[in-house]
């Protein structure tokens, strides 16, 4: 115990312009380390940017011409009594592909991999590649895996020429090196393999959330692959696709994007296989179909037993077909959602600490203690906003933890000075008391300019006070006592001191008796009651408010006994 009090009393002797300026510095040696090196908290929040996300109240409405062909749970069961279990012969998939391109829709987009061979049904192999041969508007789905397997794949740009991204897209003519390689699971169906290709990974977040996407992605010889969204709008609108890739090569450097999300994780109209299969077999299905004609139509499952389900900010249940319709939304009207770089964060967070390091060299640390939770609130407040409409997502979570936790610290550390500074003064010496009087009471921002005065022209000298912190609802209970203070110390010390005090004291107050003089060393109680009568006889006739032009000479308490009893 006496150790710690031993380290309190030494924090809170430090001067407050050495202490605030060595937490900014500290503070800002740790933002760097983490945002550039260790990246532990620098960046996105990600629980309370979900939030965020889930409670906008500007959202982007859902392409109207995007509607999902749903292998649901109802459409396993409808189709298992004659197909078995999934998958079905793939017959049954070119009966729904000829049915939806003979009406001319603005794309067909399988959400469905077709990577290995149907042994037990090869005819339904046959037929569906003869359907994906026709088909004007089918965009297929690989599987990327991860790029350090590149150098070991034999799957070259003459093996799937639908996959690569055109040198016009992407911003840069290839340089004349070896064709890259590229690791990923290739279509079994020559007809796929030779169509529109695009991956479709979803690369989440540590804690296992989808929030970003990528669109493209560069190859070690200067070419790059492209995304199954940017393979639709490649076909539907070349020039905004243009736009899109050489945006991600050149902004975003082809790093993830943040998603722009919909309200609802079932924004888009979802149309059960089973009834468009029926329709297209010429019976009636179980609920209406719409026309295809001019959509945009994604054919994927959200049945739970097929396992495309991941987590996002809008759901722990989101199936994989919808996030996909997302971003291809999000491609097709260019809805972007640009990051603030690292760099700025960190520049903004340690801006943020400089800045309440000025206003507390300037004022005290008692007037930011409205900041400690408005500053980070505002702080967040700027980053939801900017998720309601803006193309860049503000990110102050970084600013605005720092902003609390420096603010704490140094409230803390205000809290040891008040201790060091209002506490009696040490050793056997005479000691002297000149009492301050206020019109108001001495609240916390006035006793750290007190201290702070106290501290720059007489660091020998401590400040008494009656505790008077209040915090709202609550009202001071005693306000004509909180009115009063008073600097203690020894006399040489206080006297010598005076001509500097009195000016920096008489902005803070607007009277003083002169300073009483006491007989040796006293204990805290004698100490306390001899102060509470020099602010009783202040002010009395026989001890007037004292004037700055012509001051009193100093008197000892035995002269003036007979006036503080």
């Known amino acids: 115990m006496k150790?710690?009090?031993?380290i309190a009393s030494r924090l809170g002797a430090l001067p407050a312009r050495r202490v605030t300026w060595g937490l900014v510095l500290?503070?800002?040696?740790?933002?760097?380390?983490?945002?550039?090196?260790?990246?532990?908290?620098?960046?996105?929040?990600?629980?309370?940017?979900?939030?965020?996300?889930?409670?906008?109240?500007?959202?982007?409405a859902p392409d109207p011409r995007i509607v999902i062909v749903d292998i649901d749970e109802a459409s396993?069961?409808?189709?298992?009594?004659?197909?078995?279990?999934?998958?079905?012969?793939?017959?049954?998939?070119?009966?729904?592909?000829?049915?939806?391109?003979?009406?001319?829709?603005?794309?067909?987009?399988?959400?469905?991999?077709?990577?290995?061979?149907?042994?037990?049904?090869?005819?339904?192999?046959?037929?569906?590649?003869?359907?994906?041969?026709?088909?004007?508007?089918?965009?297929?789905?690989?599987?990327?895996?991860?790029?350090?397997?590149?150098?070991?794949?034999?799957?070259?740009?003459?093996?799937?020429?639908g996959l690569w991204l055109p040198p016009a897209l992407t911003g840069a003519t290839p340089p004349s090196l070896r064709p890259?390689?590229?690791?990923?699971?290739?279509?079994?169906?020559?007809?796929?393999?030779?169509?529109?290709?695009?991956?479709?990974?979803?690369?989440?977040?540590?804690?296992?959330?989808?929030?970003?996407?990528?669109?493209?992605?560069?190859?070690?010889?200067?070419?790059?692959?492209?995304?199954?969204?940017?393979?639709?709008?490649?076909?539907?609108?070349?020039?905004?696709?243009?736009a899109h890739s050489t945006g991600s090569a050149g902004l975003f450097g082809y790093e993830n994007e943040l998603i722009a999300w919909r309200k609802t994780t079932t924004a888009y109209p979802h149309v059960a296989f089973a009834d468009v299969f029926a329709l297209a077999e010429g019976d009636k299905p179980l609920a209406a179909v719409p026309?295809?004609?001019?959509?945009?139509?994604?054919?994927?499952?959200?049945?739970?037993?097929?396992?495309?389900?991941?987590?996002?900010?809008?759901?722990s249940m989101q199936a994989g077909v919808d996030s996909l319709a997302t971003v291809l939304d999000n491609a097709l009207n260019q809805r972007h959602m640009a990051e603030?770089?690292?760099?700025?964060?960190?520049?903004?967070?340690?801006?943020?600490?400089?800045?309440?390091?000025?206003w507390v060299q300037f004022n005290s640390v008692a007037s930011l203690a409205p900041a400690l939770f408005t500053l980070p609130a505002a702080l967040l407040g700027?980053?939801?906003?900017?998720?309601?409409?803006?193309?860049?997502?503000?990110?102050?979570?970084?600013?605005?933890?720092?902003?609390?936790?420096?603010?704490a610290v140094l409230r803390f550390w205000n809290g040891l000075r008040r201790i060091h500074w209002c506490s009696p003064p040490s050793g056997a010496q005479q000691l002297a008391i000149w009492s301050w009087e206020r019109k108001d009471a001495w609240l916390e921002g006035t006793l750290d300019r007190l201290i702070d005065v106290v501290e720059r022209h007489a660091p020998q000298c401590r400040v008494v006070v009656c505790d008077s912190s209040v915090s709202w609802p609550a009202?001071?209970?005693?306000?004509?006592?909180a009115r009063f203070a008073a600097v203690v110390g020894p006399k040489d010390a206080l006297l010598a001191a005076r001509g500097q005090l009195e000016p920096a004291l008489a902005r803070l107050a607007h009277r003083s008796g002169e300073p009483l003089l006491l007989d040796g060393p006293l204990s805290r109680d004698t100490l306390a009651r001899e102060v509470f009568k020099a602010w009783a006889a202040l002010g009395t006739p026989h001890n007037p408010p004292h004037s700055t032009e012509s001051p009193e000479p100093p008197y000892s308490m035995k002269d003036q006994a007979h006036e503080v009893v």
């Not at 150790?3 to 031993?6: M, V």
């Not at 149907?118 to 192999?125: E, Q, V």
């Not at 990923?184 to 169509?195: D, H, K, M, Q, Y």
């Not at 026309?291 to 759901?315: C, E, M, Q, Y």
Request: glycine share 8%; proline share 7%.
């Open 3 to 6: 150790l710690w009090e031993s």
């Open 26 to 60: 500290l503070f800002s040696a740790w933002v760097l380390l983490d945002v550039f090196v260790l990246k532990l908290t620098g960046g996105l929040a990600q629980s309370t940017y979900d939030a965020m996300v889930r409670a906008r109240v500007v959202v982007a």
């Open 76 to 161: 396993l069961a409808r189709m298992g009594r004659e197909f078995g279990r999934w998958p079905w012969p793939r017959d049954t998939l070119a009966t729904v592909l000829e049915h939806i391109e003979q009406q001319n829709p603005a794309a067909v987009v399988w959400d469905v991999l077709f990577s290995d061979a149907d042994r037990l049904s090869p005819g339904g192999d046959a037929a569906f590649n003869e359907a994906a041969r026709r088909s004007t508007h089918s965009h297929f789905s690989v599987v990327r895996l991860p790029p350090s397997n590149d150098g070991v794949s034999q799957i070259t740009r003459d093996a799937l020429p």
């Open 180 to 242: 890259s390689t590229v690791a990923l699971i290739p279509p079994a169906l020559p007809a796929v393999a030779s169509g529109r290709l695009g991956f479709n990974n979803g690369y989440v977040d540590p804690d296992g959330v989808l929030r970003r996407y990528r669109y493209a992605e560069p190859l070690r010889d200067g070419s790059a692959i492209q995304s199954l969204p940017l393979s639709v709008l490649n076909a539907i609108n070349s020039e905004a696709a243009g």
């Open 291 to 315: 026309p295809f004609k001019g959509r945009v139509v994604i054919i994927g499952a959200t049945a739970p037993s097929l396992h495309d389900i991941h987590a996002t900010p809008l759901s």
């Open 340 to 358: 603030l770089p690292r760099w700025l964060q960190a520049g903004l967070a340690i801006s943020l600490c400089i800045g309440l390091a000025l």
């Open 382 to 407: 700027v980053s939801y906003l900017s998720l309601n409409g803006l193309p860049i997502f503000i990110d102050l979570h970084l600013s605005a933890g720092l902003a609390l936790v420096f603010l």
């Open 475 to 481: 009202t001071l209970r005693w306000p004509e006592l």
